[in-house]
């Protein structure tokens, strides 16, 4: 076991070497070689074309493999933050360990979050697997506040359009209305009257 510490201690040192490197090696590969006509050495010298070509594409492979490691460690580092986040989630909210209660915990934080108008961005992060800060502090800001979805929506109220009077009676009774009119008088007054009964206006 302390062999494998070591040997990590080991690689992620090499890779924080490789990483600050990187960007140098860049400058490096740009600087070196961009002073070679490539097509005059090739006609004037082909056995020296050959060798600078050899020995470009080295370097190009170490550049290469520089780069590649970095952005290895990179994903490893972001692994291992999503893995710390998710032992976070399983000591404070257990549910989330087992699927069918989480799917149920996150629609219910989506119904929630739809109901005070959270941004879609937002709505779009709780579907994600690495947002569990974000489905707690969902579930703590609305478990402060007492809120669920059903009484946000409930306590919003409907709005009026503008110029448009609330109506006294049922869409129901005046769409038969409408109809009726319709069926006894069959003007085209009666017809758009029937049309904005059924659309609710």
Do not use: C
């Not at 502090?137 to 669920?148: D, K, P």
């Amino acid at each position: 076991m302390q062999e494998l510490q070591q040997g990590y201690e080991e690689a992620s040192q090499h890779l924080e070497v490789l990483r600050e490197i990187a960007p140098t090696l860049d400058q490096i590969m740009t600087d070196r070689w961009s002073a070679i006509d490539w097509d005059t050495l090739a006609r004037e010298d082909p056995s020296a074309y050959w060798a600078y070509k050899a020995q470009y594409d080295r370097e190009v492979a170490a550049t290469v493999a520089a780069q590649e490691a970095q952005e290895a460690a990179s994903r490893r580092e972001r692994a291992q933050a999503i893995q710390r986040e998710r032992g976070r989630l399983l000591q404070l909210a257990p549910e989330f360990g087992q699927p069918e209660k989480a799917r149920g915990a996150i629609a219910a934080m989506k119904a929630f979050a739809q109901a005070i108008g959270m941004d879609a961005a937002v709505l779009r992060d709780l579907n994600g697997a690495e947002t569990y800060a974000l489905h707690l502090a969902a579930q703590a800001w609305s478990a402060q506040r007492g809120l669920s979805a059903k009484k946000v929506a409930a306590a919003t109220p409907k709005v009026t359009p503008p110029g448009a009077a609330p109506s006294s009676k049922s869409q129901s009774a005046r769409v038969a209305e409408a109809e009726q009119r319709l069926n006894q008088t069959g003007s085209i007054d009666a017809a758009l009257e029937l049309l904005r009964a059924k659309k609710g206006r």
